[in-house]
């Protein structure tokens, strides 16, 4: 896992990473299953990234921004899911 934090604006990222057959998807469910992003989400808006890299270089991302003191629920959340292609 990988943290920023960014003080002087009240925001985190919470990033997990995924290699094979695990989608970006499954990394943002990691990241909420094993509560990761908790104590950060107690005291700032949060993003959680979830990055994962195919066998055959294919990179996929997903996110969801988590604000301070909402739940994993998907209440205050906005969600996105990117692919892309490593040449």
């Known amino acids: 896992d990988i943290v920023f934090i960014d003080e002087e ?8 990473l995924k290699y094979g ?9 990691q990241i909420k299953e094993k509560e990761y992003a ?15 890299v195919s066998g055959k270089k294919e990179i ?10 909402k739940n ?6 906005n969600k996105d899911d990117n692919s892309y292609d490593l040449p």
């Open 72 to 77: 994993f629920s998907g209440e205050g959340t």
């Open 38 to 52: 908790k104590k950060f989400i107690e005291t700032w808006d949060t993003i959680l990234i979830g990055i994962s």
């Open 60 to 69: 996929n991302i997903a996110y969801e921004e988590v604000f301070k003191d």
């Open 21 to 29: 057959k695990e989608t970006a998807q499954n990394a943002i469910e």
């Open 9 to 16: 604006n009240n925001k985190a990222a919470v990033i997990e």
